[in-house]
């Protein structure tokens, strides 16, 4: 009895070291367990889906048609680069290392004619091997503009400057009392932005999305599991505005007004008694004078 016990302890022992040992080729190098969103070996199925998001839970985002009558389970890009948000933002959005491009006239000293009232928010794409086109940052004149310096000028005589529209784009250094401060390439732009400016985005930030915004989807599935998206290109157009929203001040409790008194009715005088011996055509006697 006790050598049957012996033998089954063994025996045992040797399944468990005969799993461990499996383990790692069937789970991968690392010894991690792939999930249900790591693309098999076997065939697999592209699909494009649309609809607007009603739920969300970290990386996993579920997505509704129209109808609302078909869901799925869509897992964000691992690189951000398959991501692009485009919606309108608030000032708040704002802060500096962001990528920013208006355009405004400027004279060729640099000074900007009127604050910009037009801004985007962009995030860079990458052109080759997952660099950034260098071309994407600057000042450049736009077309209609043919900036030129004046020359032949009387000696002594101020010459006029002339101006133009040029498009800025570069990295966001500072924002404060109203003015941006944009490193464009070389140059360090100093420009007035408008409180009312429409501010819109092409960013892979992905912070501000929210339920209710439209979503466009490019992945795979598992041909067994459609409603589960492995998605390779997304894009979202938000349905609101990015940025915190402004506190709104509580307003000032209204004085309490004082009760309004009203005057007390005066009493009407009394006449004058008549004595009983008077004449039945004897006057009334007058009243005696107010005393003061």
Same mark, same amino acid.
């Given at each position: 009895m006790n050598t049957f016990k012996i033998l089954c302890s063994i025996i045992a022992a040797l399944a468990m070291l005969l799993a461990a040992r499996s383990a790692p080729a069937q789970f991968g190098v690392d010894e991690s367990q792939p999930d249900m969103w790591t693309r098999p070996k076997g065939n697999v199925e592209n699909v494009e889906i649309k609809g607007k998001i009603v739920g969300m839970q970290r990386d996993v985002v579920q997505l509704a048609n129209e109808q609302a009558s078909q869901r799925w389970l869509v897992k964000m890009p691992r690189e951000a680069n398959g991501v692009r948000v485009y919606g309108t933002a608030r000032l708040s959005y704002l802060q +500096? =290392?962001?990528?920013?491009? $208006?355009?405004?006239?400027?004279?060729?000293?640099?000074?900007?004619?009127?604050?910009? /009232?037009?801004? /985007?928010?962009?995030?860079?794409?990458?052109?080759?091997?997952?660099?950034?086109? +260098?071309?994407?940052? =600057?000042? $450049?004149? /736009?077309?209609? $503009? =043919?900036?030129?310096?004046?020359?032949?000028?009387?000696?002594?005589?101020?010459?006029?400057? /002339?101006?133009?529209?040029?498009?800025?784009?570069?990295?966001? !250094?500072?924002? !404060?009392?109203?003015?941006?401060?944009?490193a464009a390439g070389p140059t360090l732009v100093r420009v007035p932005l408008s409180e009312k400016a429409e501010i819109s985005t092409d960013v892979t930030d992905t912070r501000w999305v929210q339920v209710g915004d439209e979503m466009e989807v490019s992945g795979w599935s598992y041909p067994y599991l459609k409603t589960h998206v492995v998605a390779t290109r997304v894009t979202i157009h938000s349905s609101h505005p990015m940025g915190p929203a402004p506190e709104e001040k509580p307003a000032k409790? %209204?004085? +309490?007004?004082?009760?309004?008194? @009203?005057?007390?009715?005066? %009493?009407?005088? @009394?006449?004058? %008694?008549?004595p009983p011996n008077a004449p039945p055509n004897a006057p009334s006697p007058a009243p005696p004078p107010a005393e003061t």
């Open positions: +500096p =290392g962001m990528m920013v491009r $208006f355009s405004g006239v400027f004279d060729l000293k640099g000074n900007a004619q009127a604050p910009i /009232e037009r801004l /985007e928010v962009f995030t860079p794409k990458p052109v080759k091997e997952g660099m950034v086109d +260098p071309q994407q940052f =600057g000042v $450049f004149a /736009e077309e209609a $503009f =043919g900036a030129r310096l004046l020359q032949n000028e009387a000696p002594g005589t101020q010459p006029k400057l /002339e101006t133009g529209s040029f498009v800025v784009s570069g990295q966001l !250094r500072g924002f !404060r009392k109203g003015e941006l401060f944009v409790p %209204a004085a +309490p007004k004082a009760p309004e008194t @009203k005057p007390e009715p005066q %009493a009407a005088p @009394k006449p004058a %008694a008549v």
